[in-house]
């Protein structure tokens, strides 16, 4: 797999990337095929519009030669400083995708250094991710642990 590119994404990626959000969603949630998600593909396409040129969220494509086989995104924020991250600067990992006949040769892997790498870039050292079952041992292989004290209010 030495000769896959791995691309920083610019706005003229945007279709791409709006699409395989939409596929990573479907997966991640066990959504069917023909449930309507035209708004979240329309939200997903502006915010794309508004942070790749802000660089609040950067992502990288894999290709091998012309075909896409693989993404990763990051999406940098700050919250009120704290004791262990004064800046508050934080980073979300999202969006990570590889085709299944890809799966398991170090895409996912090399994809998400590059954007942990990113973050350390910034000087970003919090930085988190939600993982699904598939993804959880190549997070924890790269140093992930799972969180015990962040809760979330439920819809209601």
């Given at each position: 797999?030495?000769?896959?590119?791995?691309?920083?994404?610019?706005?003229?990626?945007?279709?791409?990337?709006?699409?395989?959000?939409?596929?990573?969603?479907?997966?991640?949630?066990?959504?069917?095929?023909?449930?309507?998600?035209?708004?979240?593909?329309?939200?997903?396409?502006?915010?794309?519009?508004?942070?790749?040129?802000?660089?609040?969220?950067?992502?990288?494509?894999?290709?091998?030669?012309?075909?896409?086989?693989?993404?990763?995104?990051?999406?940098?924020?700050q919250v009120m400083p704290t004791y262990h991250n004064p800046s508050g600067n934080k980073a979300y990992i999202m969006n990570m995708y590889t085709a299944p006949e890809y799966r398991r040769k170090g895409i996912a892997y090399k994809t998400l250094n590059l954007l942990v790498e990113e973050a350390k870039s910034r000087g970003i050292t919090d930085i988190s991710l939600e993982a699904t079952d598939m993804g959880r041992p190549l997070y924890e292989k790269y140093g992930f642990v799972k969180m015990n004290d962040e809760m979330k209010l439920q819809s209601q």
């Open positions: 797999m030495t000769d896959l590119i791995y691309k920083k994404a610019t706005i003229d990626d945007i279709t791409i990337l709006t699409e395989t959000r939409i596929d990573v969603l479907r997966a991640a949630n066990k959504l069917p095929s023909d449930l309507d998600m035209s708004e979240v593909k329309e939200q997903s396409y502006h915010y794309y519009e508004k942070s790749l040129p802000s660089r609040s969220c950067i992502a990288y494509l894999v290709f091998d030669g012309t075909r896409f086989v693989g993404s990763g995104g990051i999406s940098f924020f």
